[in-house]
């Protein structure tokens, strides 16, 4: 008796496991837009976590920046010391002055339109400077640090000085500049700038002979700029095809896919297309607002933005060298948000002569469209030759003097002050 009650169980447990594999099979057919391979396949990978991992950080609280300051610029009793074009230095100074800007702006009271000029008074008085790649949402910078603010104003750089013993916060773009005072203590705030040794740097406001140049360009008049040779390379390879596709829902094997003359690879549903060209770029189209490959949490910028890099962040992560992916440019127009991305190597920014690095479109919480070329950088031991600062900010037109790559799509991008 023992034994057959045995093999009665064994059977009933068989008998279970069969109807559930039923129940996913009748699932998945019935949750299906189409019966194509590349449709089932994305559902299928979304059940087991692959589908929807990349918009996963959102609802699990981590939010990440998507973007680093380029420059950090700090003026103590003792003089200024300026930290850019390189990595460590800039890691360096974030890591210490990051938390404050974070307390600032979570403390931050009401904001009032200011001017250049006390802007400038700012940056003279004991202060720090902080620039970013382009006008980040405010709301979008407290989240990365860790804090919050109320607001839906956006800045591309900022400043916080010590103003008859209270710290103001200035910050602003080419078309505006406001302040507000905070709560953060001046005394910490001092205390934390006097650590740093004074290094020569300017801003071009502070010395007559770079008057043509926009006041807030940050050198360094010895020309002692820590630049150094890149070399570039394409992410394609047929794993990076495989990785891309499944990473997205899409199945890259069998008859899922097709190809076009120039080599670009194209995987349709009947609602989202996906094409990977032979120069690494990656193309989405997404037609189902429903989709939860490409929606995330929220339909907020700060919350847009997060959707974006996560997704950037899986399709790039390990595959782009010594680069990063910036946000640069956060707009709205009506329904639709486009962000706009660039890559930057120890601060300073590749730019690439076929377009920006990376574009992302979002209706409400979902992407419709998104596009980045992914490249691997990485710099050599050799340092690039600039022409002298002097002669540059004489020879610039538009008055703006950056230190920056140009990437043709070969090998060697080019280095030299971008105008």
Request: hydrophobic fraction near 40%.
């Amino acid at each position: 008796m023992t034994t057959r009650r045995r093999l009665i169980e064994w059977g009933k447990n068989i008998l279970i496991v069969l109807l559930a594999c039923s129940a996913v099979a009748l699932a998945v057919m019935a949750s299906a837009d189409d019966l194509s391979g590349s449709t089932v396949f994305g559902r299928v990978t979304q059940w087991l976590g692959a589908g929807d991992a990349a918009l996963s950080s959102s609802a699990a609280g981590q939010t990440q920046a998507a973007a680093q300051p380029i420059a950090v610029s700090v003026q103590s009793q003792a003089g200024r010391y300026s930290a850019m074009y390189d990595a460590s230095a800039l890691a360096d100074a974030y890591a210490r002055f990051g938390g404050l800007l974070g307390q600032a702006l979570e403390s931050a009271g009401s904001a009032q339109r200011s001017s250049m000029s006390a802007v400038r008074e700012a940056i003279a008085a004991q202060s720090v400077y902080f620039e970013y790649p382009g006008a980040v949402p405010l709301a979008a910078l407290a989240r990365w640090l860790d804090a919050s603010y109320d607001g839906e104003d956006q800045a591309a750089w900022f400043v916080l000085s010590v103003r008859s013993d209270a710290v103001m916060l200035y910050f602003g773009t080419d078309d505006a500049v406001s302040v507000c005072k905070t709560y953060l203590q001046a005394e910490r705030l001092t205390r934390e700038l006097s650590r740093s040794r004074p290094d020569g740097t300017v801003f071009a406001f502070e010395q007559a002979e770079f008057s043509s140049l926009e006041p807030l360009t940050l050198l360094d008049p010895s020309g002692a700029y820590p630049v150094r040779e890149l070399t570039a390379e394409s992410a394609w390879s047929d794993s990076f095809v495989s990785a891309t596709a499944s990473g997205l829902g899409f199945n890259p094997y069998g008859d899922g896919y097709y190809t076009e003359s120039d080599g670009t690879l194209v995987f349709s549903e009947s609602t989202c297309t996906l094409r990977i060209g032979t120069d690494g770029r990656i193309f989405l189209m997404n037609q189902s607002p429903d989709d939860a490959r490409f929606a995330g949490s929220g339909e907020s910028l700060p919350a847009q933005i997060e959707t974006a890099r996560g997704l950037l962040s899986r399709l790039t992560d390990g595959r782009t060298g010594e680069a990063a992916l910036y946000l640069t440019s956060a707009e709205s127009d009506g329904d639709l948000t486009t962000l706009i991305f660039g890559y930057f190597v120890g601060g300073i920014p590749v730019e690439l002569t076929d377009g920006a690095a990376a574009a992302v479109t979002l209706s409400g919480a979902a992407i419709t469209e998104l596009s980045v070329r992914v490249r691997a950088y990485e710099t050599g031991a050799a340092a690039s030759e600039l022409l002298p600062v002097h002669q540059a900010a004489a020879l610039t037109k538009t008055g703006r003097l950056r230190v920056g790559y140009a990437d043709s799509g070969d090998s060697t991008p080019g280095v030299g002050w971008m105008d």
